[in-house]
Nanobody, 112 residues
Framework: QLYFRESGGGSVFPGGSLRLSCAAS????????LYWYRQAPGKEREWIAT????????SYAPSVNGRFAISRDNARQMVYLQMNNLKPEDTAVYYC?????WGQGTQVTVSS
């Protein structure tokens, strides 16, 4: 069964850090490019990071470049998003995806 399951969200103060995890299964994980997206209240879903495989080439949206880092562990079929120096505008539900299939997301709230 194909799935994406995100975890690791929570509430943090501005300047804080979180590490999101995503467990995936049911497809050829090692050969798929994977993504993180987010959706803030009242806004459209926004792409924030991509990681290819096997080269693990990475790219980021300008809004998170230099603060967020995407990574993957093909042996464990996991994708990660390390988020540093979080800002209130990073508040959103975060999703990992292959752009065809989506998980339920994990909520990140940044507030003082």
């Amino acid at each position: 069964q194909l799935y994406f399951r995100e975890s690791g969200g929570g509430s943090v103060f501005p300047g804080g850090s979180l590490r999101l995890s995503c467990a995936a299964s049911g497809f050829s994980f090692n050969t798929h490019t994977l993504y993180w997206y987010r959706q803030a209240p009242g806004k459209e879903r926004e792409w924030i990071a991509t990681i290819t495989s096997p080269s693990q080439s990475k790219s980021y949206a300008p809004s998170v470049n230099g603060r967020f880092a995407i990574s993957r562990d093909n042996a464990r079929q996991m994708v990660y998003l390390q988020m540093n120096n979080l800002k209130p505008e990073d508040t959103a539900v975060y999703y990992c995806t292959d752009e065809d299939n989506w998980g339920q997301g994990t909520q990140v709230t940044v507030s003082s």
